[in-house]
């Protein structure tokens, strides 16, 4: 029996938590802030650098903004085979419940463009969501 593991070339993997930020919010104005705190990983067999980002931000009335730009919080690293790089940022919702999903743009050494997705997750301040 053949224990070869499968390694794929493009294999980066997204993890978020979120935070809701009482101390910045303001519901009687519809002010609800949150941080994202991701940890991206490059699971694959080969470096690749984050060079874009492009997120969809939903509220909880189906009101979606999108947000594209360059790199993530002024940066555009560089991830070799097993690293991992963490930032966190945030967002401003006019609802007390929304989401996010995205992607990242990537290009391996090789100058090879592809997508990393970015799973969709929810915002929600404490002991909204059952």
């Given at each position: 029996?053949?224990?070869?593991?499968?390694?794929?070339?493009?294999?980066?993997?997204?993890?978020?938590?979120?935070?809701?930020?009482?101390?910045?919010?303001?519901?009687?104005?519809?002010?609800?802030?949150?941080?994202?705190?991701?940890?991206?990983?490059?699971?694959?067999?080969?470096?690749?650098?984050?060079?874009?980002?492009?997120?969809?931000?939903?509220?909880?009335?189906?009101?979606?903004?999108?947000?594209?730009?360059?790199?993530?919080?002024?940066?555009?690293?560089?991830?070799t085979?097993?690293?991992?790089?963490?930032?966190?940022?945030?967002?401003?919702?006019?609802?007390?419940?929304?989401?996010m999903?995205?992607?990242?743009?990537?290009?391996?050494?090789?100058?090879?463009?592809?997508?990393?997705?970015?799973?969709?997750?929810?915002?929600?301040?404490?002991?909204?969501?059952?």
């Amino acid at each position: 029996m053949n224990n070869d593991t499968i390694t794929h070339e493009h294999d980066i993997r997204v993890q978020v938590k979120t935070e809701y930020l009482p101390e910045q919010s303001n519901p009687a104005e519809s002010r609800y802030v949150f941080a994202y705190h991701i940890t991206i990983t490059n699971e694959g067999s080969q470096p690749a650098r984050l060079l874009t980002r492009h997120w969809v931000i939903m509220d909880g009335e189906a009101r979606t903004q999108e947000v594209r730009g360059d790199g993530v919080v002024g940066e555009q690293p560089r991830l070799t085979p097993g690293e991992s790089y963490e930032y966190t940022s945030g967002t401003v919702l006019d609802t007390p419940v929304g989401s996010m999903h995205g992607s990242y743009g990537m290009i391996d050494e090789a100058g090879q463009h592809f997508d990393a997705a970015i799973p969709a997750f929810t915002l929600a301040i404490p002991r909204v969501l059952h």
